[in-house]
């Protein structure tokens, strides 16, 4: 028999299990995606497909509220110890390169795995219980989960409020001269970027890589190779898209709210570059590893994407960023994708386009940039070698062994290229010097002028008809190498920029500040 007071308490017990269960559900929702919310508000101006990390936090969560359920069907009286225990763990899990190394050698890889799953332990004991002990302690924790979870969430709304008003007026260059005929027959234009390839003085001045084997043979194959170059940024978005801009994009005062968001459409096609060779008739076809969505073609804006390589099983850059927050990361040995001058030409004749019409071909090679590809021989690794992972001594050799290897792919590409299309403009050049030890973290005034000098220094060479051997590229900037294929291909003078140089702290371009030319070129020598 069940007297009145033990059926009215019966009630009150179930709201107070449901209302305790609930906030623990609650927790562990927000604790799983928390994550997920910094990793977008962190990387948003880099991340093209969020629509992908919000699927991975909306499984993740899941998830984790799965297991919560799991272990309040074993115990149903202690939803507050279960959400503790499993919000601590997700917690240590994605906050594993927060205090741990998402780079450690191979031996490296289980101490620190044993260390993660002994503090993580340690931290679910004490926290579970602390809790039992002082249960108002589980109130503290969803709050201050909370808080962690709301805070980019607000950041990620306020961005795109901010992001639905009117785009950022970037440069576009005005040639003050109309677009003329091409003289002849249209040639194809190759631009190879070889993506952190220094010059040739800076690398034998500061790694000490005699490249001038390589400039010899560039010369023998007919191309003009500039002993002096300039870049104007030293960061790849910003200077392929001033070079594709024929003008500086981002100076001072540029009203950019996220890089990559509003460059990469420059950057793949939306420029002014790929415009003009529209209006001469050329196809416009782009070559890059897609590896990073800022990068990675568009079928929107390009009319051919031409195919990469791959090794294994590749991973997206966010994807691998993502497993890189965790302890899984350090054993992540995914494949990667390619391009190399050999491949975009076996790309190009296999390539079954209208070959009727004059072609603009775009190709970003990676190497030399880290991670470094090649082994000594010149195959490729088993795993790409990440250079932080690696002493500055490390990453000097492994430097030189892919630009010794990228070199040899360079020659073969070009007279692949030439031998099958003799009239072609070849240009191959990087969109900045090389710098493996600089201070990217730190304020630009702690960039000392070998640094800048280092960094501000390409390779650039290109290859251009006899008609147009007074066009020389000789101490120019990167930013006027369309203004001079275009006065070489329509016959006529287009004026030529001077050369300005920029810096900003990384990830900061609204901080960008001019920099003095004379005295890099100085620093240079």
Known sequence: M???????????????????????????????????????????????????VLTYAAATVVICVGVLLLLLRRDRAAPATSATLVTVLVVSFFSFSSWL????????????????????????????????????????????????????????????????????????????????????????????????????????????????????????RGFDVAERSWASYPRTHLSLATTLSMDYTVVPGTPLVDEYT???????????????FRDHGYRYLYSDDHFQEWRACDPALADVCLPYAQTGTPLREVDLKLLQLTPIGPFVQPGFTYTDPVQIVDALEAH???????????????????????????????????????????????????????????????????????????????????GLDLPWLEDPAAWTPAHRAERYSPLNAIRLPDRCSSHRIEDQPLVNTFRIVFACLEGQQIPLLPWRAFLSPYDQVHDIVELDTAAIAGAAG
């Open 352 to 434: 079954t386009g209208d070959a009727a019409d004059p072609a603009f071909v775009f190709a970003h090679v990676m190497t030399p940039h880290w991670p470094y590809r090649f082994e000594e021989d010149c195959s490729d690794r088993g795993e790409l070698l990440d250079h932080l992972r690696l002493t500055i001594e490390q990453r000097k050799g492994a430097y030189a062994t892919d630009l010794r290897c990228m070199n040899a792919l360079i020659l073969e590409g070009v007279d692949r290229l030439v031998a099958r299309d003799p009239t072609a403009i070849i240009i191959v050049q990087a969109d900045h010097g090389s």
């Open 101 to 220: 190394s998402p780079y450690p050698s191979a031996d490296g890889r289980l101490v620190q795995a044993g260390v993660w799953l002994l503090v993580t332990a340690l931290a679910m004991r004490l926290a579970s219980m602390l809790v039992r002990r002082h249960p108002a302690t589980f109130g503290y924790l969803l709050v201050f989960v909370a808080v962690n979870a709301l805070v980019p969430t607000v950041a990620l709304v306020r961005a795109e409020v901010s992001d639905a008003g009117p785009d950022a007026a970037l440069a576009e260059a005005d040639l003050e001269i109309p677009i003329a005929p091409i003289e002849g027959t249209a040639p194809n234009v190759y631009w190879f970027v070889i993506d952190e390839y220094g010059r040739a003085d800076q690398l034998a001045a500061v790694y000490g890589i005699d490249n001038e084997p390589f400039v010899d043979a560039l010369s023998e």
């Open 2 to 52: 069940v007297s009145p007071g033990d059926a009215s308490a019966a009630p009150t017990e179930r709201r107070r299990t449901t209302r305790a269960t609930a906030a623990a559900v609650a927790l562990v929702a927000l604790a799983c995606a928390q994550p997920f919310l910094g990793f977008l508000s962190h990387n948003r101006d880099q991340i093209h497909d969020v629509g992908a």
């Open 262 to 276: 509003e460059v990469s459409p420059i950057v793949r096609g939306d420029n002014a570059v790929v415009q003009r």
